[in-house]
């Protein structure tokens, strides 16, 4: 068997993975990634890439009112029982020296979200916004010929394959048939779109997710890190004092021994394509096929599986094994179904959801993992364990051809294929939407007249929707007077059905404030480190802002690399 020695073997691509390899290199540490599949990137290549650091740069260069203290203060209430005060202040310490070293020794750049609220934003040391931060766009030029490795972004997300970046710019999208200005910046962007496809075969302006992959990866190498892409690594290597010291990773042209002398760190995605572990910690998926991921295929649990082979201790005690988000399921081309993550189409107004009693349940316009512990509850109620989660938006045609509905995208874009398809269900009146839901159709007349009575001045007396900073933030900010409620009054009527599923997994390794694995009696594994969603999400099974996969995962990354080089900063 071939060998290879290193500094650092790092287990995954993504932005766990890529932020220890970037930071370890940079302390002058060699360093290999081993990624599973022929493209690197993993769930962060597909995400939206938002990064929730408290008191970071941008931040504080905008002037955002932030503390160390009031950061702790809101993450003590958001996590409850689970809170890890060693771990929690680690990252609040580090968070910020990690985005600091970014901006300053690497490509990446980071744009401030400073009307990004906290997911709730008035409990205990809640801000209105300023802890949230994106990588700029990216130039995927600069990647050369890796760029054919760079996993793409989730087609669902995209128009045609072009990728739409946050804020101001998903806005002009959204305004596009109103205003000239976003006409033309609309305009511009597609044909830069269409020049790349047409010389690239692919998009070169990375946005969002794939834009943070691609500074990381152009990071890396720069400073000389090969990321092996179709490398899966198969078992870990330990020395006689049970010292983690390497891995076997199965390269294209046969096995390696890979020896790390500083460590090995699991950064492999966590387990959102495991049926297995679903089915053990999802309670909403029984069978563990009832819950549905937008993630890669290859996140299958390998960091895990290799960490308890070591010793190490699974965290399955969390309220909330993963990140919870509403999923619709568009046909694909190949005739399987899609993975439509509904972040934005909640808060719009003339949008409420209803299980199949034709019932709302829930503030739309509160985060995607309050949302989906809401329907879960409430279909429980209404079926008895075990019931089928299953809830539906509903918007009438003015609302569905202004925002769109789910992969339904607004005018000007064609949308009876998709009603053909099925995704997209349309009723003449309330009625008949409701007999193609299976609800019964005076519940939902009277859900949606009683919505009207109050949402035609504005006010949604049985949830609040539009009552936050956060429910607002993602509302339509030029209707009145309020961003997120209208009445659903002019036929047809839309409804797009929803699952439950997931932006990553928050079970994991259980690993300390230096990102070492812990074994069952919580002593760390020497040689054994773990970032990303392999370890243990620090928010206790909540989720209390945008970003708090991928904010930690580059923390605890940076930290994970200043560990093994020996350094206190």
Sequence with gaps: MKRHEVDVLVVGSGAGGLSTAVAAAHRRLTVVVAEKEPVFGG????????????????????????????????????????????????????????????????????????????????????????????ARPFDARQLGKNVQYLRPPLAEITILGMMIGSGKELLHFFNVMKSPISAFYVGKLFAKFLRD???????????NGNALIGRLAKSAFDKDVPIWTSSPVKELIRDTKGRVIGAIVNRPDGPVEVIARKGVVLAAGGFPQDPIRRKQLMPHSPSGYEHVSPAPPGNTG???????????????????????????????????????????????????????????????????????????????????????????????????????????????????????????????????????????????ETTVATFNTHARQGNDPEFGKGSTSYNRSLGDPQHKPNPCVAPIEKGPFYAVRLYVGDLGTFAGLKTNE????????????????????????????????????????????????RHMSGANS
């Excluded at 496809?197 to 946005?207: D, E, I, N, Q, S």
């Design 43 to 134: 769930t962060t290549a597909r995400s939206g890439g938002w990064m929730w650091i408290p008191c970071n740069a941008p931040a504080q260069r905008a002037g955002v009112q932030d503390s160390f203290d009031r950061a702790k203060t809101y993450l003590k209430h958001e996590t409850g029982e689970f809170f890890d005060e060693r771990k929690v202040d680690a990252f609040l310490e580090s968070g910020p020296k990690a985005v600091d070293f970014f901006e300053k020794d690497t490509s990446l750049e980071f744009d401030l979200g400073p009307t990004f609220a906290d997911y709730h934003p008035t409990a205990p040391g809640g801000i209105d916004g300023g802890r949230s931060i994106v």
């Design 197 to 207: 496809v047409a010389f690239y075969g692919r998009p070169m302006r990375l946005t």
């Design 302 to 444: 390998d960091g895990l599986r290799m960490g308890e082979s070591v010793g190490a201790t699974v965290q399955i005690d969390l309220p909330f094994s993963s990140a919870l988000v509403p999923i619709s399921r568009p046909l694909k081309s190949d005739g399987t179904l899609g993975t439509f993550p509904h972040f934005v189409d909640r808060s719009k107004p003339g949008v409420i959801a209803v299980t199949r009693s034709g019932k709302r349940f829930v503030n739309e316009a509160n985060s995607y993992h309050d949302f989906c512990q809401a329907m879960i509850k409430r279909c429980r109620e209404e079926g008895g364990e075990g019931a089928e989660n299953a809830a539906w938006f509903i918007a009438d045609h003015r609302t569905f051809r202004k925002y769109g509905l789910g992969f339904a995208k607004p005018a000007p874009v064609p949308y009876k294929k998709l009603i053909k398809q099925g995704y997209l269900l349309c009723g003449k009146t309330i009625a008949d939407l409701a007999r193609q839901i299976g609800a019964d159709p005076a519940a939902l």
């Design 514 to 561: 230096n990102a070492q694995v812990l074994d069952d009696v919580g002593r760390p594994i020497e040689g054994l480190y773990s970032a990303g969603n392999d370890a243990a999400s620090i928010m206790g099974g909540n989720y209390p802002g945008g970003g708090i996969t991928l904010g930690p995962a580059l923390t605890f990354g940076y930290i994970a690399a």
